[in-house]
């Protein structure tokens, strides 16, 4: 069993920079994929970034590529989005979450563990 708990979201206004961060507890293994995902109001979940917890390769929505970079610290287990350049659209719930085999997807539901958000304001 994992355990994701994200934090590090709060207000920020146009232009501005926040870092999230995403606890991993329990079993890591090296085929794991981690992902954030993002759900403003009324909106669907989205897909923001996705990195591989072994080769750290990454992927990105092409709505935040360029401002958002995603990494890991495997000693600590814990993986970061950084976001830059924030606008008022990159408001919303923030989430991690992992992918057991690792595939780099886009889609939430190739993801088995969910955090239970942090939320992201972004004022104009």
């Known amino acids: 069993q994992v355990q994701l708990v994200e934090s590090g979201g709060g207000l920020v206004q146009t232009g501005g920079s926040l870092r999230l961060s995403c606890a991993v507890s329990?079993?890591?293994?090296?085929?794991?994929?981690m992902g954030w995902f993002r759900q403003a109001p009324g909106k669907e979940r989205e897909f923001v970034a996705t990195?591989?917890?072994?080769?750290?390769?990454?992927n990105y929505a092409d709505s935040v590529k360029g401002r958002f970079t995603i990494s890991r610290d495997r000693a600590k287990n814990t993986v970061y989005l950084q976001m830059n350049s924030l606008k008022p659209e990159d408001t919303a719930v923030y989430y991690c979450?992992?992918?057991?085999?690792?595939?780099?997807?886009?889609?939430?539901?190739?993801?088995?563990?969910w955090g239970q958000g942090t939320q992201v304001t972004v004022s104009s």
């Open positions: 990195i591989r917890w072994s080769l750290g390769s990454t």
């Open positions: 979450a992992a992918d057991p085999v690792g595939r780099g997807s886009a889609l939430s539901r190739d993801y088995d563990y």
């Open positions: 329990g079993r890591i293994f090296r085929t794991y994929g």
